[in-house]
Structure formats: structure tokens, C-alpha cells
């Protein structure tokens, strides 16, 4: 019976950890969006897709106005550029980066922080910050009910969310 319930115990164990090990099991699956510039550079944006589930962008949902946001769900969303590029015409050496932003009603705060192995944002530090840009948000041509991003071979990078859509520009 002892040997039995050790048995047990284990399996469950076992099984718990691979699970959790498993991210496209997670409610907020892992996404990645990828392109190579017309200068070279490749530009990569690792994140989680949180999805709307009914629910309202900036009073249920991230991002809510004047917060940093991890731009994301789960672990901090990861940018990284395999050389070095100006971002809205501002100078972003190559390397990995924690991808914030900070809502506004007619400005966006985009956020290329250095420490971007982390869980959320509750670790962020603005310290950290190697770049802030400003971008206005727009309208969606299409709602998405998943945080979705993507990047046009010409560098703009679009981050798409209910009805709403960020640009900005990758050179």
C-alpha cells in the first residue's frame, strides 16, 4: 500500500512538471515573430498571446494606462536584433531586450530594457532601460482577439490587440 501511494505520488509529480514544462499548453500560448531587414538585421520578438476572452483592454486586461506592461503574457517579451539598428530613428545596439510598453491614450511609451530574462514586469527596473520611444497607437484595420505581432521586411514593427495597433520602426 506505502509502495502504492509513492507510486502515485510520483506520477503525478512527474506528469505535473512536464506540463508546466510545455508552454503551448498555457492559456497565454508562446508566439514568435521574425523577419530579416532589407540592411540585415534580424529582428525577433519572442512572447506569450494573451487573448481577450470578453474581457476589456485597460480595465480588465494589460495594458492599463500609465503601468509598464510586459507587453505580453507570462515571461517578459523578448526583442532581439542581431545587429545593431535605430528604432524611430534612435540608436538600439544588438542584443536581447526586454520588450515594455507604457498606454497612453494618444502615445505609447515602447521600452527596450536590458534585463530580459524575467517573469512579468514585476522586476523591472527603469534603470535597466537601454531605449524609450514614443509612437502614436492607432485603430486596427481587424480585430485580434490575440496579442499578435508582426514585422514587415521594411522594419515596421506592428503590435496588433482587440481594435487597437502600434507601430513602430525597426532600420
Known sequence: MKS????????????YACAQGDKSARPSPPAIAKETLASGAVVS???SQPSIKGRT????????GGQVWRTGANEATVFEVSK???????E??????????????????????KTWKQWGAFNYKEADD??????KPGKAAAFSE???????????????WGD?????KVE
Open 57 to 64: 483592454i485597460g480595465t480588465d486586461l494589460e495594458p492599463k
Open 45 to 47: 520578438i519572442d512572447y
Open 130 to 135: 537601454a531605449l524609450r520611444v514614443k509612437v
Open 146 to 160: 490575440k496579442m499578435t505581432f508582426t514585422i514587415s521586411k521594411a522594419g515596421k514593427v506592428s503590435l496588433l
Open 4 to 15: 502504492l501511494l509513492l507510486l502515485l505520488i510520483a506520477s503525478t509529480t512527474m506528469l
Open 92 to 113: 538600439l545596439p544588438a542584443g536581447k531586450y526586454g520588450l515594455f510598453t507604457i498606454a497612453g491614450d494618444g502615445e505609447w511609451t515602447i521600452i527596450f530594457n
Open 164 to 168: 487597437i495597433q502600434v507601430d513602430f
Open 84 to 90: 545593431a539598428v535605430k528604432v524611430e530613428g534612435k
